[in-house]
């Protein structure tokens, strides 16, 4: 999709838009190792957008669906983290009493790295908003009362950003995993093709959604990534554009798989 976009910038307008992707680039650095430490609440409070009327439009999605609104992002992102991380720090203490349940021991034992790496930035003619894509190898595991656990990642990050008052904040976030693979095993026998053949065959079950369950009017379910290596056309690589056009966005209005699932309501 082409934009109608400004052909030529004065010598000012370009040292503000280098400026702008230098800017956005460390807003996505920080987003990386606030994720690393678990701090995912400061992370919204600091480097998301932070205006009412921009939080309530703001979208955290993955393979499964859309958080759509700052609360219910907290909730699954923020607040929700740090539950999850509560419980298994409770498990941990209950089988080893000598691991105390503390704020400084929340995430204890875990490991997350998601590196962003080959970063695709357009900032908008307007100079409101910008797109930008990033690929992130990553690993992640965890400690268990009983195991320890690890996978091995890669994930594509699709971002809106807006400027408010000066200062870049995330909008809209996307976050589409390829495949993720235990420590130890054999991608071979776990890509989805080899599942669609053995859910086929009646060798296995249709693995459930992660988050079928989800009753939260705030939380959009759906088919929002393929997990066919390199078959998904979202998040696209941003094109120039003048101003933002939720179409072509990061949010759940610009996934093609949108317009189907609003159908079926």
């Known amino acids: 999709m082409k934009y109608a976009v400004k052909k030529e910038f004065t010598d000012e307008e370009l040292i503000q838009r280098v400026t702008d992707v230098m800017e956005i680039r460390n807003v996505m650095g920080r987003h990386a190792y606030y994720h690393a430490k678990g701090l995912h609440e400061r992370e919204l409070k600091e480097i998301w957008v932070q ?37 298994d720090l409770e498990e941990l203490h209950a089988v080893d009493p ?10 204890i034992g875990s490991l997350v790295i998601h590196m962003l790496t080959a970063p695709y930035i357009e900032v908008a003619a307007d100079g409101k908003t910008a797109q930008g894509l990033w690929y992130s190898p990553g690993a992640v595991g965890g400690v268990h009362p009983d195991h320890s656990d690890g996978l091995m990642m890669y994930e594509k990050y699709g ?14 976030l996307f976050i589409g995993t390829d495949f993720a693979v235990p420590a130890g ?8 093709l080899e599942q669609e053949r053995k859910i086929a065959a009646g060798e296995m079950e249709k693995p459930k959604n992660p988050m079928a369950d989800c009753k939260d009017p705030n939380f959009i379910p759906m088919d929002a990534y393929s997990l066919k290596y390199n078959y998904s056309f979202y998040p696209a690589i941003p094109e120039p554009y003048y101003s933002f056009d939720e179409c072509v966005s990061n949010g759940p209005e610009g996934n093609p798989n949108y317009k189907k699932e609003v159908a079926k309501r």
């Open 159 to 172: 971002v809106d950003f807006m400027k408010e008052d000066g200062q870049w904040k995330i909008w809209h």
């Open 98 to 107: 000598s691991v105390e349940v503390t704020k400084e021991n929340l995430g």
């Open 51 to 87: 205006k009412p009327e921009n939080q309530k439009t703001a979208s955290f999605g993955q393979n499964w669906g859309y958080n759509v609104g700052m609360e219910r992002i907290d909730a699954y992102y923020g607040k929700g983290s740090v539950e999850n991380y509560q419980k």
């Open 185 to 192: 095993q054999d991608l071979k026998g776990d890509t989805i």
